[in-house]
Structures are given as C-alpha cells and as structure tokens.
C-alpha cells in the first residue's frame, strides 16, 4: 500500500517581503546527478536568486513507491495533478534556501521507473540514498557551509528521520504529514478510516453488487478511497466483482466476507500486501526516530489526510519530551498533500496551498536564528 503522497512551476512568482512591495522571484535552477548505486539519479539544486543571501541549504525527501524528485502524483488518466516537492523548492528559494532534490533509486520519470530493481529495495536503502545526497550537498562549494536541514513528506519523513539519525549538523527538520506511528500500522488503517467508509456509502444491506461498486468507482472519493474501490472490482474477463472477496460467490461482496481477507492482506509479515510498508523493510516511525536527533522538528499535518491519520501527531507532539522541540501547525481543509480536501475520503492529493508553504519559510527563518 502506499502512502503517497506537485504544481508543475517553471518558475514561482511569490512576495518575499510587504505585499506592497513585492518583488518577483526566480530561483536559480542546475541539473545534476546524484551517484547511487546501479544509478545516477537525475538531480536539481534549487538556490535563491542573484543577491539574495543564502540562509541554509535543505535535501528534499518525497513519499512513497515511484517518486521523482518532484514528488509528482499521478491522478486520473495519468495526468500529474500535483509537484509537491517542486512547490516546496520553489518556495524555500524565496526565502532565502538552497535546496536539493532527487529521484528515488532506479525512477528515471515521474512514473517512469525500473521495477524489478525498485521492489528490492527498503528503507535502509533510501536512507542510505539520503545519505549520500546530504553528503553530496555538504561537498558542493558555495552551498556545502550552510546550515543544513530536511524536509520529508509522508513516507519521506521516515527517510529524514533516519539520515538526521545521530547527526548533529542537521539543525532543522520539516515534517509533513509525518508517518508518526510504524507504516505498517499507517497502511493497516487506511481500510478503516477511508475505504470502507466510503464504500459504505454505496451498499444495500451492508453488501456492494457490481453495479454499486461502479458507482462507488465515478464517485467524489479522493485516490485512497478510489484504490479501495478497486480492490472490490473483479480483475478478470467477464468478472463483475472480485471473487476472492465474494466468498460465497452469490455476486455480491458483503463486508462481513470482505473485512477479514482484507486484514489477512495486510497482516505485517514479508509476503503481505503491505509491501515496502511492512515492518521488515521499512524504516522507524517518527516517533521511534525521535531520541536520535537533536533538531528542531516542524510538523505540518492536514486534518483531512487521507493517507495518515491525524490524531498520531497530536499524540506524538502531546508527549512533554517532544513538545519541547516540535512545532505542529494543523490545517483543517487540507489533505495529505496539504492541498484542498473537502474530506479525507475526497482527499485527491492536490496541489499544496501557499499557507503552509509560507509558514515553513517563516519556522525555518525563525529556528535558524536560534
């Protein structure tokens, strides 16, 4: 399962100081390569325009499965609906930061990727990749003297955690939509809170016909919700509902037949359908992380997530031990990708607003100055 967690910018045109007095901004753009093993991943350094000082230098880190370094989210008849990570770089360039940016192992696209050499990998794996950026960043002249931070978004916040493991260089972390709790417990929910809810919308007596799940499937749901849909749509020639669900093969799927083969796919073991969320190939959750750094931690949370449930970080920043070091700013009309989400089971990972953009550039600014 994934979490997922895009505005295509070429360039971003934002007030960097009193509205009547703005100012265009155009960050500065190089493309570069990220050596990896097996792959050189297509890379971009992000800084602040010609005569705008330079407050830190940032490595980016975007969700999960397939991620360039965009973060780019594949909606509907595969158009990209969003560039999460593209806004945040355009952004914090505004603000005074250098930022780097980088595909995963082996995505040479935004849906383009080497799949077989991909699903082998693990957590491990991409926090050794994040390494090695955050290396590479250090070693690059003009930049590698800045005060260095993170960003992560969704998964990528486990990825962040982990490289700023034991590493008191990193001052500042931003985490948005943070995986707080393990990612198999995360992905364990999400039938719960967002896919049987929303196909309950559409059933009769507790049970989904073919007709009502195609219903269910032109719905408003958000792509969660629509993942789930699909899970209850039969996948072979001439079938109307998935039989593995249909126990009793009367066609239709009752959720008292459904909800156990559901839980037995997401049992955490190596061979469940939990996949890279699994407890034996991904990384700690953020709460597990957090005694291994020393660094300032933003939290950015939409309280219409579909992908993460909300409560654990308001749990997590609740704790007297973290509280001293963490700031949450919750946003309650915005979803996973702190894009508009009416609901979370609406929740279509949209394009980032710019509030929360704005108040990473003015925490970042502030904790800098600490």
């Not at 350094?45 to 989210?73: E, K, N, Y």
């Not at 995360?186 to 009502?212: H, K, N, S, W």
Request: proline residues 6%; hydrophobic residues 45%.
């Amino acid at each position: 399962m994934r979490f997922y967690l895009h505005i295509a910018v070429a360039s971003l045109m934002i007030a960097i100081s009193h509205p009547a007095a703005a100012t265009a901004c155009v960050p500065v753009r190089q493309t570069v390569s990220l050596p990896l093993p097996g792959f050189d991943s297509p890379a971009e350094i992000v800084t602040p325009p010609a005569g705008m000082a330079r407050r830190g230098a940032l490595v980016l880190f975007p969700g999960s499965d397939v991620a360039d370094r965009d973060g780019a989210i594949e909606g509907v008849g595969g158009k990209i609906v969003s560039r999460p990570m593209l806004q945040i770089a355009g952004r914090l360039a505004c603000a005074g930061y250098v930022s780097f940016r980088y595909n995963k192992r082996f995505v040479t696209g935004p849906t383009s990727v080497d799949r077989a050499k991909f699903d082998a990998l693990n957590g491990v794996d991409f926090a050794a990749d994040g390494k090695t950026a955050l290396n590479f960043v250090r070693s690059r002249a003009g930049i590698g003297k800045l005060q260095l931070g993170l960003v992560g978004w969704s998964e990528g916040t486990t990825t962040a955690m982990a490289v700023a493991s034991n590493d008191s260089t990193v001052r500042t972390i931003v985490l948005i939509a943070p995986v707080v709790d393990t990612a198999a417990h995360v992905a364990q929910a999400q039938y719960g809170r967002i896919g049987r809810p929303y196909l309950m919308r559409f059933a009769t007596d507790g049970a989904l016909d073919a007709d009502a799940i195609a219903r269910a499937d032109a719905g408003p749901g958000g792509d969660l919700a629509h993942i789930f849909v699909r899970m209850f749509r039969g996948f072979r020639p001439g079938e109307r509902v998935n039989p593995l669900l249909d126990r009793n093969g009367d066609g239709r799927i009752a959720f008292a037949e459904a909800d156990p083969v559901i839980a037995s796919w997401y049992a955490d073991g190596p061979d469940s359908g939990l996949g890279m969320s699994s407890s034996s190939r991904a990384l700690r959750g953020v709460s597990d992380a957090f005694a291994a750094t020393t660094a300032r931690i933003l939290i950015l949370q939409g309280m219409n997530d579909s992908m993460i449930d909300p409560a654990a970080a308001r749990a997590f920043v609740a704790r007297s031990d973290v509280r001293q070091r963490v700031t949450m700013i919750l946003y309650p009309e915005l979803g996973h990708s702190l894009g508009r989400a009416e609901s979370a089971q609406n929740d279509s990972l949209l394009p980032m607003e710019s509030k929360p953009l704005d108040d990473m550039a003015k925490w970042l600014q502030k904790a800098d100055r600490r």
